[in-house]
Structure formats: structure tokens, C-alpha cells
């Protein structure tokens, strides 16, 4: 009954603009500090991105000053907001959640593909 669903991924130019959502069908949402991570093939997790239940954030310094994650508590939704995208920034990104309370209370969704080429 738990889950989350990205979606807004696909091909993009170097430069271009993309932005993600992920839906949470989860109760107590508000509570949940939200992430952005991604993964190239053949490399680990990378964060790119986290806001907490307060609004504070957190980004992955490759992406600093060009991606911004958002939360819309009113509709259970957290945002990646990618700019001047760049070819590096190929990979599949995830959504995560994890209850600022009780840790173990922890969620992934399967992931979009974000592809950046000319």
C-alpha cells in the first residue's frame, strides 16, 4: 500500500531542463524527509538532492546551483527541478523517503530515466 511512483524522465539536450515528481502514497507524508538520488549504469547511488519536513536542503555538490527539490505536502509530492542539464547527469533517479521519526520506515520508487545528450 506504500508507494512511489516517479515519473517526468526522458531525453533532453545539454542545456535543457527536466523536472521530475514522485508521487508518495503515504500517510503522514509531512513527516517524511524526501531524496533524489540517481545511479549510472555500472556506478553506486549518488544523492542529488533532500528536503526535510521543515523545508531544509541538501544537494550533491554536482549538481549545486542548477537542480531544486521541492515538496507539495497538499498532494503527497516531492519535485526535482533540473536545469542546464549536462550529459554527466545521465542516469536513472530515484525517490526516496524515510519518516523523520522512526527510520526503519523506509521507501524507494523504481525510478525514471534521465537521459542528456545532443
Known amino acids: 500500500q506504500v508507494q512511489l511512483v516517479e515519473s517526468g524522465g526522458g531525453l533532453v539536450r545539454p542545456g535543457g531542463s527536466l523536472k521530475l515528481s514522485c508521487a508518495a502514497s503515504?500517510?503522514?507524508?509531512?513527516?517524511?524527509?524526501m531524496y533524489w538520488y540517481r545511479q549510472a549504469p555500472g556506478k553506486q547511488r549518488e544523492l542529488v538532492a533532500e528536503i526535510s519536513p521543515s523545508g531544509r536542503v541538501n544537494y550533491g555538490d554536482a549538481v549545486k546551483g542548477r537542480f531544486t527539490i521541492v515538496r507539495a505536502d497538499d498532494v503527497n509530492t516531492t519535485y526535482l527541478k533540473m536545469n542546464t542539464l549536462k550529459p554527466e547527469d545521465t542516469a536513472v533517479y530515484f525517490c526516496?523517503?524515510?519518516?523523520?521519526?522512526?527510520?526503519?520506515?523506509?521507501?524507494w520508487g523504481r525510478g525514471t530515466q534521465v537521459t542528456v545528450s545532443s
Open positions: 503515504i500517510v503522514d507524508f509531512s513527516f517524511y524527509t
Open positions: 526516496h523517503a524515510q519518516h523523520s521519526f522512526r527510520p526503519p520506515l523506509t521507501y
